[in-house]
């Protein structure tokens, strides 16, 4: 008893932060999420003050070119789901070329390894990950 109310509790828990995430993101603008996402590589990556310059512009111009995300992705149809996905993905090979411009090959390198870790930690808390039992 005492185990499955400490699970509902740690989900609970996760939910809300996640939510609060979520909110935190909608509230920023465009100018002050690319400025916290340039900081959080700047730590990371140890990046000069250029290097940070750069990338806050490029997250600044990519953030204005994102759509908005459509709420109701279910009720798609097929074709705007691929349309979606498309246009998604050739933005993040665009950012993904740009960063490599202004990275150095051992920050890329680093920026890269902890880009594949939180997509496989993102999937590994999806859904669908835990149906097909991976």
């Known amino acids: 008893m005492?185990?499955?109310?400490?699970?509902?509790?740690?989900?609970?828990?996760?939910?809300e932060k996640k939510e609060h995430r979520k909110e935190l993101r909608e509230n920023l603008?465009?100018?002050q999420r690319s400025e916290l996402h340039s900081k959080k590589m700047t730590l990371d990556l140890d990046l000069t003050d250029l290097q940070q310059?750069?990338?806050?512009?490029?997250?600044?111009?990519?953030?204005?070119?994102?759509?908005a995300d459509s709420e109701n992705k279910k009720d798609m149809t097929p074709e705007a789901k691929y349309a979606f996905k498309n246009a998604q993905m050739d933005r993040r090979i665009a950012m993904k070329r740009e960063v490599k411009k202004i990275l150095s090959p051992e920050q890329f390198e680093k920026w890269e390894k902890g880009?594949?870790?939180?997509?496989?930690?993102?999937?590994k808390g999806s859904k669908r990950y835990k149906q097909e039992g991976r």
């Open 115 to 123: 880009a594949s870790e939180r997509r496989s930690h993102h999937k």
């Open 2 to 15: 005492a185990l499955s109310s400490f699970g509902i509790t740690a989900q609970n828990e996760a939910r």
């Open 29 to 31: 603008t465009p100018e």
């Open 53 to 67: 310059k750069k990338l806050k512009q490029l997250f600044l111009d990519l953030g204005k070119d994102k759509p």
